[in-house]
T-cell receptor, first 111, second 122 residues
Framework: RKEVEQDPGPFNVPEGATVAFNCTYS??????FFWYRQDCRKEPKLLMS???SGNEDGRFTAQLNRASQYISLLIRDSKLSDSATYLC????????????FGAGTQVVVTP | GAVVSQHPSRVICKSGTSVKIECRSL??????MFWYRQFPKQSLMLMAT?????????EQGVEKDKFLINHASLTLSTLTVTSAHPEDSSFYIC??????????????????FGPGTRLTVL
């Protein structure tokens, strides 16, 4: 079983619509969670950290469910520029600072 | 602030040659840098953790004699792929851990990624 699993998609979303997707992680000792965005053939860029109480950053809302070991990302009012691959990232408990990446969920926002 | 550069951005080499990739933190000091590899449609896989002034720590399955890492200063880490083969063709990305603030935002322990190096071994 992969440590971090994501639905690869693609999620085809009309512009202005809402899209949400989850990620599951296997290590219950994980402490830090993030969503990164990766554009085609580019490096990942931090979108937002995910806090236990859930958090929002503009049109993006992240939730953490420790009991079920999943995190989610919701994008409201999708823009064409939101088209990207969204990477679920979890810290590894064995060494502070090491990150475990999911393979990513592709989102395609269409006009 | 918190910018990481990589050089070269793209390299094509013949099988059997060695390739050196540089990772620099341009406006901050990074005691720890990480090297990742990403194959098409797959996740980033951590190869090794590079600590300034000490030996790198390699992940299981990564050959330390093939992927030589040197972290000689607080702003530079290098990855050398020795005797490269076609199966080493991949996207290599470094990241540097930043503790402090960037643009007014607390970036404690946030990792900033370089733009990556696309290696093609013929």
């Amino acid at each position: 079983r992969k440590e971090v699993e994501q639905d690869p998609g693609p999620f085809n979303v009309p512009e202005g619509a809402t899209v949400a997707f989850n990620c599951t992680y296997s290590n219950s000792a994980s402490q830090s969670f993030f969503w990164y965005r990766q554009d085609c053939r580019k490096e990942p860029k931090l979108l937002m950290s995910v806090y236990s109480s859930g958090n929002e950053d503009g049109r993006f809302t992240a939730q953490l469910n420790r009991a079920s070991q999943y995190i989610s990302l919701l994008i409201r009012d999708s823009k064409l520029s939101d088209s990207a691959t969204y990477l679920c990232v979890v810290n590894r408990d064995d060494s502070w600072g090491k990150l475990q990446f999911g393979a990513g969920t592709q989102v395609v926002v269409t006009p | 602030g918190a910018v990481v550069s990589q050089h070269p951005s793209r390299v094509i080499c013949k099988s059997g040659t060695s390739v050196k990739i540089e990772c620099r933190s341009l406006d901050f000091q990074a005691t720890t840098m990480f090297w990742y590899r990403q194959f098409p449609k797959q996740s980033l896989m951590l190869m090794a953790t590079s600590n300034e002034g000490s030996k790198a720590t390699y992940e299981q399955g990564v050959e330390k004699d093939k992927f030589l890492i040197n972290h000689a200063s607080l702003t530079l880490s290098t990855l050398t792929v020795t005797s490269a083969h076609p199966e080493d063709s991949s996207f290599y990305i470094c990241s540097a851990r930043h503790a402090g603030t960037s643009g007014g935002r607390n970036t404690y322990n946030e990792q900033f990624f370089g733009p990556g190096t696309r290696l093609t071994v013929l």
